[in-house]
T-cell receptor, first 113, second 110 residues
């Protein structure tokens, strides 16, 4: 069990640029979640996958955000045309199945200049 | 949409004192999870509660799930400096996604 890994750890980019983050869940974990966390707040649900199927996307999420999990293993989260308000820590978590403990990665910290 | 609130937002205690954080959901929950996040770290799973009125203990930590499955609490007996961090509840209401609470940040003064 090597844990959930996320790449990169930090990303600094200019407003308007596109960014892509990667998450490698614990192997054999079918469920994968993406969250966003800002300072002093709890993780905010973005989307989740059951294997390769994206089951739900937060209604608060704009169309600039898209996520994939093509083979039911790793996942990517892309943000297009980044804005200042996108600055946050993006957390990935995986679990064996629904209603199971979530294991979080260390996150990708995004800073928009 | 579903909302999960926690109180208090902050709590400073002297080492050895007890600590309690309360979690309230706007909707009935199927289950609730509790996580601890150390400063600069990621959330770490503590426990999951499923049944109405359920009580679970982990050493000095006691977790309760309300009878109506809309609230929960975490109580720490005789806090230690290692208990420092932010405690989050996360509720699931049948949609298989978890909504995290606002968190309670605990500081323990030695």
């Amino acid at each position: 069990d090597t844990g959930v890994s996320q790449d990169p750890r930090h990303k600094i980019t200019k407003r308007g640029q596109n960014v892509t983050f990667r998450c490698d869940p614990i192997s054999e974990h079918n469920r994968l979640y993406w969250y966003r966390q800002t300072l002093g707040q709890g993780p905010e649900f973005l989307t989740y996958f059951q294997n390769e199927a994206q089951l739900e996307k937060s209604r608060l999420l704009s169309d600039r955000f898209s996520a994939e999990r093509p083979k039911g293993s790793f996942s990517t989260l892309e943000i297009q045309r980044t804005e200042q308000g996108d600055s946050a820590m993006y957390l990935c978590a995986s679990s064996m199945n629904s209603n199971q403990p979530q294991h979080f990665g260390d996150g990708t910290r995004l800073s928009i200049l | 949409g579903q909302q999960v609130m926690q109180i208090p937002q902050y709590q400073h205690v002297q080492e050895g004192e007890d600590f309690t954080t309360y979690c309230n959901s706007s909707t009935t929950l199927s289950n609730i999870q509790w996580y601890k996040q150390r400063p600069g770290g990621h959330p770490v799973f503590l426990i999951q509660l499923v049944k109405s009125g359920e009580v679970k203990k982990q050493k000095r930590l006691t977790f309760q799930f309300g009878e109506a499955k809309k609230n929960s609490s975490l109580h720490i007996t005789a806090t230690q400096t290692t208990d420092v961090g932010t405690y989050f509840c996360a509720g699931e209401s049948g949609t298989y996604k978890y909504i995290f609470g606002t968190g309670t940040r605990l500081k323990v003064l030695a």
